[in-house]
């Protein structure tokens, strides 16, 4: 069995040919707004910004502290939202434990909103009237069509569902006629549901969840994860596992990472 490594950067590539097309001439902006420190959201801060900027977007840096109040927060994003010359806002996440994610992304113009965070996006996506899913799903499912992996009918484990990555990418999954079991951090012998499935997806956010034990021989894996430890970015899935066990997997990082950078700049194209 030959192993597919499936690394974002091919997949990155033919996306920004195709978006260096659209931005060709066109005067757009990107915010970025983070609330504390967070090393992923940094990381993953920090590459966006490098992205937009091949791409010749503009790009504006908002870090508020994270001891940061609900009140003051909503009114920076309330301002930015307001600007003019903002196109598009990306709130990363995760917030602290005090802020009110849905208090505050409702300070956003809904069409400014480059995740489908806001209420009214995600309630369209949800409803299938809007093809702006969350960038890191769509990311997911960009990756998997086009390494050719097949989903019809499938046995998939999502784990995870979060409001960012777990629940959209379930829906998107079920949409192309997969079955999907979800599981959680409460859900009873994970080892025995993972070692069933032809592909899993984990989006849960804690190192090394997945082990070898815990997957089967020639089964794909989506790394969603995105944990800093030592200094170091890992994955959910341990590497080891991936290599022994998967025929196909995506590494961290260079995974899908790398992708849903992409995605965000494709989302700012409804703003043209």
Known sequence: MEQIIMAGKPVAEKIRRELQEKFAGKDLTLATFLIGDNPAAQVYKRSLLRTAASLGIHTRDVVLPKETSQEEAEKVLRELSDDPQISGILPLVPFPPHIRRLDL?????????????????????????????????????AILDYYGIPLVGQNVVMVGYG?????????????????????RSRTKNLPAITRQADVILSAVGKPNLITEDMIREGAVVVDVGINSVDGKLVGDVSEAAKIAKASAYTPVPGGVGVVSNLMVMETLTCRL
């Open 105 to 141: 992304v409702q300070q956003m113009d809904p069409e400014k909103d480059m995740d489908c965070i806001h209420p009214i996006n995600g309630g369209k996506f949800y409803l299938g009237i809007t093809p702006w899913a969350p960038c890191t799903p769509r990311a997911c499912m």
């Open 163 to 183: 409001e960012v990555v777990g629940r959209p990418l379930t829906l998107m999954l079920m949409g192309r006629y997969a079955t999907v079991t979800v599981c």
